[in-house]
């Protein structure tokens, strides 16, 4: 195919690119910042990232895409025009893409999806499952007729399926990831302590002592904050029970979706699942315990894919490298004219 051949995860925390042949070139927060005076925008990625509470009233910075899907798409069209021009350069043919979704997209959400890349300077684009290619980027064997149990726990959707033949057997999909739990630890924090924090503190805090399951020695953090009442700053102690007990619903609320998708399971395919266990990729997969919190709600093995953060954009890329696997299993790069018809059908 005429172009390169470029592969986005493009998740509600994080953008991550891979190019055949040159592996994964780009990795920056989906974040983008713009002023309100004129619409322009001042940044994305990263240095946007770090504005994310202390910018000015004439500056907004913005997570276009929530729960895995396209909010702002006029946002999300210029920050994906940004990256892709960062990875082209000065390329004369448009680039090709492919990026993955959530296991449940809408026909109409699709449709955003494409309408923006396709709008960001792309000649072709092709839509692949978040699970799917996780399943793939983590080493399993999935061309087969046996059941791979994946559970990609990212910033905005936790997406559960069984995999088998190259194809989603059985799947779900929550609004429960780690962007909810980030809320989870701001609100536990007003509630208890009546202090207020920021997102990026509770970022750090969920990744410094954050847990799924109790931990057998108790850790603790000192943080900054704003007091509720007096709206002055203020230093306090956080301990990793405190925030264990923070994020317990929300954990729980993925353990019960996992179940879910094993009742809905042919009893062959959970036999396939109950013996190889269940994979955990995605950015929440590291969440201290998580592993163990699914087995034991589960009764079923659980473990950490390699590199879990990077296993949809690898997967991409293995998927890049091997158009076969496009044409086997019914996914076509297609362009802007294409997609129109095609989901057009679709919704009818």
């Given at each position: 195919m005429i172009g390169i051949n470029i592969g986005i995860d493009l998740g509600t925390t994080s953008v991550i690119a891979y190019i055949d042949g040159k592996g994964i070139v780009l990795s920056e927060p989906s974040v983008a910042a713009y002023s309100t005076n004129n619409g322009n925008m001042i940044a994305v990625g990263e240095r946007a990232r770090r504005m994310i509470g202390r910018e000015p009233p004439s500056i907004v910075t913005v997570r276009p895409l929530k729960d895995g899907i396209i909010s702002n798409a006029y946002v999300t069209e210029q920050m994906l025009r940004f990256f892709i021009k960062k990875i082209c350069g000065n390329k004369i043919l448009k680039p090709n893409v492919i990026v993955s979704v959530p296991a449940f997209v809408t026909a109409l959400e699709k449709r955003t999806i494409l309408d923006v890349i396709t709008s960001c300077g792309v000649a072709k684009a092709c839509i692949i499952e978040e699970p799917l290619a996780a399943a793939i980027g983590s080493g399993e064997a999935?061309?087969?007729?046996?059941?791979?149990?994946?559970?990609?726990?990212?910033?905005?959707?936790?997406?559960?399926?069984?995999i088998t033949m190259n194809c989603v057997s059985v799947s779900s999909s929550i609004k429960i990831a780690g962007n909810e739990m980030t809320k989870d630890i701001i609100n536990y924090i007003r509630k208890e302590k009546k202090i207020i924090i920021g997102e990026i503190t509770a970022e750090n805090i969920k990744k410094s002592i954050g847990s799924a399951i109790k931990r057998p020695e108790e850790l603790a953090v000192f943080v900054k904050g704003k007091d509720y009442v007096?709206?002055?700053?203020?230093?306090?102690?956080?301990?990793?029970?405190?925030?264990?007990?923070?994020?317990?619903s929300n954990v729980d609320k993925i353990c019960e979706d996992i179940k879910s998708v094993f009742e809905k399971t042919p009893p062959e395919?959970?036999?396939?699942?109950?013996?190889?266990?269940?994979?955990?990729?995605?950015?929440?997969?590291?969440?201290?315990?998580?592993?163990?919190?699914?087995?034991?709600?589960?009764?079923?093995?659980?473990?950490?894919?390699?590199?879990?953060?990077?296993?949809?954009?690898?997967?991409?890329?293995?998927?890049?490298?091997?158009?076969?696997?496009?044409?086997?299993?019914?996914?076509?790069?297609?362009?802007?004219?294409?997609?129109?018809?095609?989901?057009?059908?679709?919704?009818?």
């Open positions: 999935i061309s087969i007729p046996s059941g791979v149990f994946v559970v990609d726990i990212g910033g905005g959707t936790t997406d559960s399926a069984i007096t709206k002055m700053p203020v230093s306090f102690e956080i301990t990793s029970t405190e925030i264990y007990e923070a994020l317990k395919l959970v036999s396939d699942a109950g013996e190889k266990g269940i994979i955990l990729t995605g950015g929440g997969s590291l969440l201290y315990g998580m592993d163990k919190a699914i087995e034991s709600a589960t009764g079923v093995k659980v473990k950490v894919a390699k590199d879990p953060l990077n296993c949809v954009i690898r997967g991409i890329g293995k998927i890049i490298a091997d158009e076969g696997f496009l044409f086997e299993n019914g996914y076509f790069f297609k362009t802007k004219d294409d997609f129109i018809d095609y989901l057009e059908e679709d919704i009818q």
